[in-house]
């Protein structure tokens, strides 16, 4: 199993950008997918997540400003963001909990995507 992400680069205060991560691989269900990111100099924060029941989470930094979706019968999570700001200049990770085959028949794991860099700068 792997995620593949997509989007990323740079963009000016005030403008969007939409990330993508697709998952690939013998996948049962998806359980939960979302964005992390990691700003220079700091630790790694959540962004947004989103559940297989569709209830969403977004850090309070991002609230109203970033849109987490999921396509399920493409096990793909998209993350728009408008209103980017310059702080939310990171390195933005993918992740999910993934429902795979396993020995006793299917297990629960955690994945992690290669990560992309969004950088808001004018």
């Known amino acids: 199993v792997q995620l593949q992400a997509s989007g990323g680069g740079l963009v000016q205060p005030g403008g969007s950008m939409r990330l993508s991560c697709a998952a690939s691989?013998?996948?049962?269900?998806?359980?939960?997918m979302g964005w992390y990111r990691r700003a220079p100099g700091e630790q790694r924060e959540m962004v947004a997540l989103?559940?297989?029941?569709?209830?969403?989470n977004y850090a309070d930094s991002v609230k109203g400003r970033f849109t987490i979706s999921r396509d399920n019968a493409k096990s793909t999570v998209h993350l728009l963001m408008n209103n980017l700001k310059p702080e939310d200049t990171a390195v933005y990770y993918c992740?999910?909990?993934?429902?795979?085959?396993?020995?006793?028949?299917?297990?629960?794991?955690?994945?992690w995507g290669q990560g992309t860099l969004v950088t808001v700068s004018s």
């Open positions: 691989g013998t996948i049962f269900s998806i359980a939960g």
């Open positions: 992740n999910a909990v993934l429902v795979v085959p396993s020995p006793s028949g299917e297990t629960y794991s955690d994945y």
């Open positions: 989103t559940t297989s029941g569709g209830t969403t």
